[in-house]
Every structure is written in structure tokens, then in C-alpha cells.
């Protein structure tokens, strides 16, 4: 497998994947889902809620919110020399107070204080609840490392997507330049110079078809390429995105170690 033609914008990533195959690619997919470890609060402590909203309602939202961290300080609560039980390298604690003497207050993700430095909401502006006059919220919140196998508040991405890249092949010789392939591309994949239709952005056909069934002359084919894929990806802003496909490989990698030695056992005991 190799990875090509790798454009960042942000926090979004596209990159082709060549020499690859449909498992491969939905491999490295699945990976990126749910193998790479970001941070998440995972426990609440309500101290207090006279807001009109429950505490489980508030729970969840808090979950949601992604957290930015370094995430090489932080072990696996199962991982950890503290046997999961909590300690500074597993757990973040994020504390919030806030009350309102104002009819209607939005409480969001900056009233967070966090107690390591580095770990902060991935935006200040996250709404969690509205508070009335005289509502207040106090809470503790735990923050610990997990992965999207275990709950989708730990995805590191809100997207991950693959399609193959597509093959256009227009037969010049059967083409009238007649341009209903053109008119009818959704995606604008085709375009006409010098007379004749040309493939102007290969990589934005959606493999619709449209063309090939519009084309009075059967001049027109499109196939996807099962060896190579378009990518893309969108981190939630935990890490960037780049961070996110290295550490999705080395999952992948330490994975297919294990299996190796798994496999590796067995064959030693049949031998045997
Ligand atoms: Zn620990």
C-alpha cells in the first residue's frame, strides 16, 4: 500500500491510497474509527443541578465534546501502572460551576477548568445547557482515553470516507462531441476542448454513471479501479488529521504483529 497526493486543509484530509485492495481499504477505515485512542469524559459527578435538564442528558453532552491533548502523556486506563483504577497519567478532571441570576444563560464549553493545562475543549463555544435565574450547575468531570471500539465520543474523526477512483475511458473515435455527457455529469467531471470531450477533475466523478447511460453513442465508459482509492478524512479536532492516519497505521501494524506470533503458536503446536 502506498499513500499519495496527502492535501490538508484544516482539520480535513483527502490522500489516494494505491496498490491497495476493498479489504485494505475498509481495514485502514475501520482503524482510524475505532483503534486510535483520543480523550473523552467518561465519568460525571453532579454536586449540584437545579437546571431543568437531567443529569444523564447533561452526561451525555459533556461525552460529546471533544477534548484537545496531548495524547503521548496519557496512558489506557487499562494500560495504566494504576491498574485503571485513576491516576494523573490515565484521567483528566474537569471541573464546571456556574449559576445564573440572569433570565436565560447558555452555559458552554469554556466553563470547563480543566486540571492539566494542555487538555481543553476543542472550542470554547460548545453549548451544554441553559440555565433560568437562580439554576445552577456544579459538576466534576472525568476525562480518561479510550477508543471508538469502546463508544463513538472516542472517534477521533467525525468522518472517514473512501471511494475507488474512477477510469473514464471516451472513445474519440465513436464520440460526436455532442456534450449530453457534459450537460448531464453531476459532478462537472467532463468538459469539452478543442472540440472534443475531455475529463477535466477525474477525481470528483462519483462513479454515477449518468454519462454512460446518457451517451447516444455508447462512446463513454466509467469503472471504479479496486487497487486504488480516494480518502477522506475529518478530525473532530483532538489531533490533526494527518496524527490521526499515522496512528490508525500503527495500529493496524502492532495488530498484524499479534496475529503473526498468534498464528505463528499455532503452527508451532500443530508441528508439534
Ligand atoms: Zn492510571
Not at 471533544?66 to 494523573?88: F, H, R, T, V, Y
Request: with cysteine; hydrophobic share 40%.
Amino acid at each position: 500500500m502506498r499513500i499519495e497526493k496527502v492535501e490538508v486543509k484544516g482539520l480535513e484530509m483527502k490522500f489516494i491510497l494505491k496498490e491497495a485492495s476493498p479489504a485494505k481499504a475498509n481495514a485502514l477505515r475501520r482503524a482510524i474509527l475505532t483503534d486510535v485512542p483520543t480523550l473523552a469524559i467518561d465519568e460525571v459527578i453532579f454536586f449540584e443541578n437545579t437546571t431543568s435538564f437531567f443529569d444523564e442528558y447533561i452526561a451525555h453532552r459533556l461525552g460529546l465534546i471533544p477534548l484537545k491533548a496531548d495524547i503521548s502523556s496519557l496512558n489506557l486506563p487499562s494500560e495504566c501502572e494504576c491498574g485503571g483504577g485513576g491516576c494523573p497519567k490515565c484521567t483528566v478532571v474537569l471541573n464546571l460551576d456556574e449559576k445564573s441570576d440572569v433570565d436565560y444563560r447558555v452555559i458552554y464549553s469554556s466553563s470547563l477548568k480543566s486540571s492539566a493545562p494542555d487538555v481543553q475543549p476543542v472550542s470554547p463555544k460548545i453549548p451544554i445547557v441553559t440555565l433560568m435565574r437562580g439554576e445552577r450547575l456544579n459538576l466534576q468531570a472525568v476525562a480518561r482515553l479510550g477508543t471508538g471500539r469502546d463508544h463513538a465520543k472516542w472517534q477521533p474523526v467525525s468522518t472517514v470516507s473512501y471511494k475507488y477512483m474512477p477510469i473514464v475511458t471516451i472513445d474519440q473515435e465513436k464520440c460526436d462531441s455532442c456534450g449530453i455527457c457534459i450537460q448531464y455529469c453531476p459532478k462537472h467531471v467532463l468538459a469539452e476542448e478543442n472540440g472534443r470531450v475531455v475529463v477535466r477533475d477525474l477525481e470528483e466523478c462519483s462513479l454515477c454513471k449518468s454519462c454512460v447511460r446518457k451517451c447516444p453513442r455508447s462512446a463513454i465508459e466509467v469503472e471504479g479501479d479496486p487497487t486504488c482509492f480516494i480518502f477522506k478524512l475529518e478530525s473532530v479536532g483532538a489531533m490533526p488529521p494527518k496524527q490521526i492516519v499515522e496512528m490508525a497505521l500503527n495500529a493496524l501494524v502492532k495488530k498484524l504483529e499479534e496475529l503473526k506470533k498468534y498464528a505463528k503458536g499455532i503452527l508451532e503446536a500443530v508441528v508439534i
